[in-house]
């Protein structure tokens, strides 16, 4: 059932504290600034940004599953994936099975930065990734890089985001340090003390509606999901997810297996697999399923079928006939 949920910085809040965790099954992080930038739009504007999709995991449960953290400070070469958050023993987790790209957008803009590579700069500078914090201006009455958005967020290097007669640049971070709301009134005159009665305003009206969105209102609703098969789950995960490609069964059981073996990457060794046997003589159309399922047969178990106990951490990629190597002719 959907469940009404707290605010947006009650949630980072358990991100922070990785109450809230992403299963194995979850893709990485793949939204650029301007996305985020939308996400946060659409809060200011009252537009919906769906709701999102949890499982609740006992605790006796937690340390049998693979669980990850939300990125925060995203670094396109040095931090761009979810941390590892290993064994997790006795604690009851939430893992978001949607909404995954939101919640880590909020993470980011509001308790993390972006650091994206420069074009025409080569990966080994290290200036070719400066790190970038989420800003508002206060006084745009509109993005005029983006006309669909009315709030002008954009990502930026603390030394470019310099206040002028036209702009006041506010650091969205900040915006989780002020509890009460008659604060926001004295950050504006206590940072620009020599600005003009209307500019005030503006400036004020622009932050408090941020700091209303942020703190005040419940505006994260969710889904629960309380089973603890984790069949019922990955079909649940691959109901929500199929729009557009309709995901494989068997790319989220590999997702597990990726997560759960530890003396190979199956991934990698189960691509290469089938690279190497469609590409013999004239070649052949082996698919991902088939070759799974011809591991499961080859390994004697008993049901070939696409079961998360066939693929757990007790039964390695040895153990189902992989890696097996293709002699070519």
Excluded at 22 to 43: G, K, T, Y
Excluded at 144 to 172: C, G, M
Excluded at 204 to 218: A, C, P, R, W, Y
Aim: proline share 5%; with cysteine.
């Amino acid at each position: 059932m959907y469940k009404p949920g707290g605010t947006i910085r009650e949630t980072l809040k358990d991100i922070q504290n990785n109450r809230y965790v992403l299963p194995a099954i979850q893709r990485e992080f793949v939204w650029q600034p301007q996305q985020i930038a939308q996400l946060f739009d659409s809060l200011m504007q009252d537009y919906p940004i769906g709701t999102f999709l949890f499982w609740n995991v006992e605790s006796s449960n937690s340390d049998k599953f693979k669980f990850y953290g939300f990125v925060r400070d995203y670094h396109q070469k040095n931090n761009p994936h979810c941390p590892d958050l290993g064994v997790i023993t006795n604690q009851n987790l939430i893992a978001v099975l949607d909404g995954q790209q939101r919640l880590t957008a909020l993470n980011i803009g509001l308790r993390g930065s972006m650091a994206l590579k420069l074009p025409r700069k080569y990966w080994s500078n290290p200036d070719a990734f400066p790190e970038q914090f989420l800003y508002l201006d206060l006084l745009a009455e509109s993005d005029v890089e983006h006309e669909e958005f009315r709030y002008r967020f954009k990502f930026l290097n603390p030394q470019k985001a310099v206040d002028s007669d036209t702009e006041i640049w506010f650091k969205v971070p900040d915006i989780l340090a002020i509890d009460d709301p008659y604060e926001v009134f004295s950050w504006i005159t206590e940072k620009h003390p020599g600005l003009d009665a209307e500019k005030v305003k503006k400036a004020n009206k622009t932050l408090s509606l941020l700091h209303k969105k942020i703190t005040e209102q419940g505006l994260i609703n969710y889904y629960e999901e309380k089973s603890q098969d984790i069949e019922k789950v990955l079909n649940i995960f691959i109901r929500m997810n199929s729009g557009g490609t309709v995901l494989s069964y068997s790319d989220l059981l590999l997702s597990i297996a990726v997560a759960q073996w530890s003396e190979l990457d199956a991934r990698q060794e189960i691509h290469k697999l089938i690279d190497e046997l469609n590409n013999i003589r004239n070649g052949f159309n082996f698919s991902k399923d088939f070759v799974l399922k011809a591991g499961l047969m080859l390994a004697d178990i008993s049901s070939v079928g696409f079961k998360v106990n066939n693929f757990n951490h007790e039964k390695p990629l040895s153990y189902i006939g992989f890696p097996v190597r293709v002699k070519k002719r």
